[in-house]
């Protein structure tokens, strides 16, 4: 069985054609979404992190708060940046949220994408040291948020504290069991997802990745997870990884479904350049009736190789339509692939 739950970007926009018109629609119907999509038998709830932008900036208020409105499904980001992030501080939110969920958190984390604004982190405070690029500050940033999370004690306690200590070295609290093996490394190369596997981090892959061949997308994308899985092998790491990957599904249900995304002006992948000129490759979207989209997503050999399926969702549409959108995929294109 596959598991399979839903990212949003939580856009919104004062367009009276947006049902997220303001930060505050994105934020509660993110909630609500969560909600609906644990109701529908949904197994995540993912959100993508992006700064100075009208979508889902500071995660860890919705993670908790949705931790605290479900009871079962899994409550993710797909990813953080690592660069804009204080390790520390990091850890004690993250540890926090874990808790507020009972040990559902899933973080996905990287070295960030192509932003709004020119090196944003630096309006955070962060900078690189000398001879160190932003992606070096950000996976550095992520050795140190995984260290922290091992909950060892590290910092040396006051002679005279105002409460008394437990014996040792104190580590940060709160301190969240199983979290350590609950973080993702969004990886846009194989190279990258070899490094988040050498250092004990489940694998995110998204819609896009460097190109690496000219083989389709998929394909690339599925020899990703396996040089991951080879390269976590190697490793020695005890558990199981995980691996994930993000598509565009919809099965055309009803009229709205064919208004919306019957058009399949979107079929097939992509090839264009990030932000440094990086060539990259965009995978393509799916939009057929449920028979149809079973037969093609047959053939997607990353979906194959991956153990979790995250469907992005139009979250400016509302609440009532994207939980339709993932019903439509859980009840009557999922059980044609043996994913339920």
């Known amino acids: 069985m596959k598991k399979i739950g839903f990212l949003s970007f939580g856009h919104w926009t004062p367009s009276p054609q947006s049902q997220t018109r303001t930060g505050a629609d994105a934020l509660l119907q993110s909630i609500e979404l969560a909600v609906a999509a644990e109701e529908l038998g949904a197994d995540g709830a993912y959100f993508r992190v992006h700064h100075f932008a009208r979508q889902l900036g500071s995660p860890f208020p919705l993670l908790a708060a949705c931790g605290a409105r479900t009871k079962k499904i899994e409550i993710g980001t797909a990813v953080i940046d690592m660069r804009y992030e204080n390790p520390m501080y990091m850890a004690e939110d993250a540890g926090a949220a874990d808790l507020i969920a009972g040990g559902r958190l899933q973080l996905g984390i990287s070295r960030g994408s192509p932003e709004q604004v020119v090196d944003g982190w630096r309006h955070f405070g962060f900078a690189p040291p000398e001879g160190m690029t932003d992606a070096d500050m950000a996976r550095r940033h992520t050795e140190v948020f995984l260290e922290v999370l091992k909950g060892e004690g590290f910092a040396r306690p006051s002679p005279n504290p105002m409460f008394p200590n437990p014996p040792g070295l104190l580590r940060l609290e709160p301190y969240a069991p199983g979290l350590r093996d609950r973080i993702w490394w969004g ?86 350049f990030l932000g440094d000129n990086t060539k990259a490759i965009f995978g393509r979207s799916y939009a057929a009736e449920p028979d149809v989209l079973v037969r093609q997503l047959k053939d997607d050999e990353a979906i194959a190789e991956a153990d979790t399926l995250l469907l992005t969702v139009p979250n400016q549409l509302g609440v009532d339509y994207n939980a339709h959108v993932i019903e439509a ?12």
Do not use: C
């Open 187 to 272: 990886a846009g190369s194989n190279a990258t997802a070899v490094w988040g596997a050498k250092l004990g981090m489940n694998l995110q892959s998204s819609t896009l990745k460097m190109v690496e061949s000219d083989r389709p997308f998929h394909v690339q994308q599925a020899e990703q997870i396996r040089a991951f899985r080879a390269a976590w092998k190697e490793a020695g790491h005890m558990r199981e990884p995980r691996a994930s990957v993000s598509r565009s599904i919809f099965a055309l249900m009803d009229d709205r479904d064919r208004m919306y995304f019957g058009r399949g002006n979107e079929n097939r992948d992509q090839i264009g």
């Open 329 to 340: 995929i859980l009840k009557h294109v999922a059980p044609g692939l043996g994913w339920r």
